[in-house]
């Protein structure tokens, strides 16, 4: 089943969201957002060549996709593994090893491995280029929602929490309510179109619209603008000098793990353009940071009545996550990284370094 989140469905995609598993991604509407943002960045000749590949029912649009991979998920259980990492003896916030320790799992098998694989494969040109687009839409989505980087309570879907007094868990926190939150308290202001044709030929009259004109607005031409390019850097093994984005260096890394031990090596999936694992190493410290709220880390929480779990909706927690414009930094990067991957695999011109397209009519 596929559904989008227009205008007048906001019924059933209620009555969805109740009937959704909480193991899910992203909620559709967090993956929706990143295909958004993503489709807005897109060169116009690659936008026209994704139109060839993806189904008609899209229009020509990645949102519609976005969530297709969590729809198909009973039916492709070998797909399941692939939405998330699990990080061995990764145990946010007490310490925090992101592959250091080996990965659980098949080899390969876990979002970044999937990440690669999947863009590999569009690049080769191996038969069965639709599917392989929509898992890549869906995966750079996940690889943005920092609890499916770390296998601590099943990605925090055990922790039971509140969010506005009702209960849910935390991963759901993550998936969905942060978000919806902001689509309640956006400034009205956003319901009128921004003065980029480019931006608003994006949007496909959803709910979530005027948080999509906020995250460009105030983020991607505000202020994260300065930090785009060090999203789209790899730290390339075969570039000297090595780029300074990120403080550890996958060569460090690999060095530090020689293939002597019985440690298992980062997982070999990135290369100089495309790195999901240096990508997702920052991310998945926000676990250590922020995500998990200390109280969490008392043995005696499990116990805990259900009038006992913690709020987070409170200043110290979802209003610093606000404040500090997290999930919209999360979200804005996940349609960057996915617009400069797509722009490499569908574009003619020749590879220095993943880009994205900035050309809004004017509008900076
Ligand atoms: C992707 O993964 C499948 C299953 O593990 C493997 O057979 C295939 O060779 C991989 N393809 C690419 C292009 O990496
Ligand atoms: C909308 O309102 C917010 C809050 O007042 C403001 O920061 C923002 O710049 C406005 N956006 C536009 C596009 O005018």
New binding site residues.
């Given amino acids: 089943m596929m559904w989008t989140l227009n205008k007048g469905h906001l019924v059933s995609l209620a009555a969805l969201c109740a009937a959704l598993p909480t193991t899910l991604a992203w909620g559709a509407a967090g993956h929706e957002i990143v295909a958004t943002i993503a489709q807005i960045h897109l060169d116009p000749s690659v936008a026209a060549a994704l139109c060839e590949v993806l189904p008609e029912s899209a229009k020509c649009h990645l949102a519609p996709v976005a969530a297709w991979a969590d729809n198909i998920r009973m039916r492709m259980r070998w797909s399941a593994p692939l939405h998330f990492a699990n990080p061995t003896e990764d145990h946010p916030s007490q310490h925090c090893e992101f592959g250091g320790k080996g990965w659980a799992g098949k080899p390969g098998m876990h979002i970044l491995g999937a990440v690669q694989n999947t863009s590999m494969w569009i690049r080769n040109g191996l038969e069965g280029e639709e599917e392989a687009l929509k898992f890549l839409v869906h995966f750079v989505g996940d690889l943005h929602q920092p609890l499916h980087l770390t296998g601590r309570d099943r990605g925090g879907n055990s922790d039971k929490v509140r969010f506005d007094r009702r209960l849910t868990n935390l991963h759901t926190v993550w998936d969905s309510k942060l978000i919806a939150k902001s689509l309640r308290t956006i400034?009205?202001?956003?319901t009128?179109p921004?003065p980029s044709q480019k931006i608003e030929s994006a949007l496909r009259g959803t709910i979530y619209d005027p948080y999509i004109?906020?995250i460009m607005?105030?983020g991607i031409l505000g202020r994260f603008k300065s930090e785009i390019p060090a999203w789209l850097a790899c730290p390339s093994e075969l570039s000297s000098p090595p780029h300074r984005a990120y403080p550890l260096q996958i060569q460090t890394l690999r060095e530090s793990f020689p293939s002597t031990t019985s440690l298992q090596p980062s997982p070999p999936t990135d290369d100089s353009l495309i790195c999901p694992f240096s990508w997702a190493e920052p991310l998945h410290a926000l676990n250590c940071d922020i995500i998990w709220p200390a109280e969490l880390d008392e043995p005696s929480y499990a116990g805990r009545q259900p009038h006992e779990y913690i709020e987070l909706d409170t200043p110290q927690y979802s209003g610093v996550i606000k404040e500090q414009f997290i999930i919209e930094r999360l979200l804005a990067m996940g349609g960057i990284r996915l617009a400069a991957i797509l722009n490499y695999l569908y574009g003619n011109e020749d590879g220095n370094g993943l880009r994205v397209n900035m050309d809004f009519d004017g509008f900076h």
């Fill in positions: 400034s009205r202001n956003y009128h921004l004109r906020q607005h105030e």
